[in-house]
């Protein structure tokens, strides 16, 4: 009897470890995150956190007026540019 319950339980855990390895060839996988999107993304993100410590300088009086609205108006430049890239990537894309 316990032999026989060994091999029931043995035969119930390949089943169940083998689910994936049966599963249909056609079922669509799950798409993969473009990369170009990925490195636009990962970019934008770079120059908020530019932006961020721009702003955090100047509030600790370690930028002048003049030196930080030069930098922020050139990181918000480049930001903008990130933004139309990412904008055009997604209307090609979709």
Not at 37 to 53: C, G, N, P, T, V
Not at 58 to 66: C, E, I, T, V, W
């Amino acid at each position: 009897m316990e032999v026989v319950l060994a091999i029931v339980l043995l035969l119930l855990a390949a089943a169940w470890i083998s689910v994936p390895l049966r599963r249909e060839k056609n079922q669509e996988e799950p798409a993969l995150e473009d990369p170009r999107m990925a490195d636009l993304e990962a970019q934008k993100e770079s120059k908020y956190r530019e932006i961020r410590d721009t702003e955090l300088d100047h509030a600790q009086n370690k930028l002048s007026d003049a030196e930080f609205a030069r930098q922020d108006a050139e990181l918000r430049r480049d930001a903008i540019a990130i933004l139309k890239e990412i904008d055009e990537a997604r209307s090609e894309s979709g």
